[in-house]
Structure formats: C-alpha cells, structure tokens
C-alpha cells in the first residue's frame, strides 16, 4: 500500500493514525534519505499513542535510542544513521520500536519506505497487513 502526503501536518495525521492500530509490541522500520520525514512520521506516532505531558521526540541521530513513555506503554525510538551494527534486539517486544534508517533488520514486522517526491512524500508500507487492513479503512473514509 502507498499513502501520499503533501504536508508536514498530513504525515503527522498519518503518524497518528497509524497508532491508533498499534498493540504495543510492533517494529516499525523507516526507510528514506535525510528530510524524508522520518522522525515527523515518529512524532505523529507519539502523538497518536499519547505521549505524556513533559516529553518531546527527537531525532535520536546522536543518542541511538530514545525512550518515550506514552498511554499505550513505551515508545522506542532508534536510529541507525551513524552506527550499522547497533543490537536493538533487547528492545523487542519492550514496547514500540520504531528504527530510522531500518534497512535490512531481520526483526521488522512493518516497513515504510518515504520517498521524496516534488509534490510531497510517498510512503510505502510492506510486511505490516494487520495495520495496513485498518489503514486502508480509515484512509477511504477520509477520502
């Protein structure tokens, strides 16, 4: 499935959407270049599954790893842009993963590829079908 957003606020929507149909122990792993809109996507997320009060998502670029606390339990937020052979494996199952720069991880239950066109952002989604079966219904409802 492929979703287009032609706005920084639609993939924040499209963040919070898609926590709406997370259960708490997903990885999700974010493929696309630099300013594709990864950590936006991330940040819609949070919002989507309530991050509390106090917390802000950033790019975890220098940290590696952020861990954010939400309503619907933690939010893990990896990034792989600096380092290739970080061991994300004791995260698994401890919450949402959510791993920028994702290319190749064995351990992905869903993988969105954001590809900067002119008019906006792409994203395709593979390996996910639970979420992309309530996706595919709330995007027709919106259309």
Not at 90 to 98: A, M, R, T, Y
Request: with cysteine; hydrophobic share 40%.
């Amino acid at each position: 499935m492929q979703v287009f957003s032609n706005s920084e606020q639609e993939t924040l929507k499209l963040g919070e959407l898609i926590a709406s149909f997370l259960k708490g122990d997903e990885v999700l792993c974010l493929v696309g270049e630099l300013g594709a809109g990864k950590t936006t996507l991330v940040k819609g997320i949070a919002r989507g599954m309530g991050l509390l009060e106090g917390y802000q998502v950033r790019s975890p670029t220098f940290t590696l790893v952020n861990e954010y606390p939400t309503k619907k339990g933690p939010l893990i937020h990896a990034d792989l842009y600096r380092v290739r052979n970080l061991d994300l494996w004791e995260f698994v199952g401890k919450g949402v993963l959510v791993v920028e720069w994702a290319e190749g991880l064995p351990f992905c239950h869903c993988t969105i590829r954001i590809q900067i066109l002119q008019e906006g952002r792409l994203l395709s989604f593979s390996g996910c079908q639970e979420l992309l079966e309530g996706l595919s219904s709330k995007l027709t409802q919106r259309d």
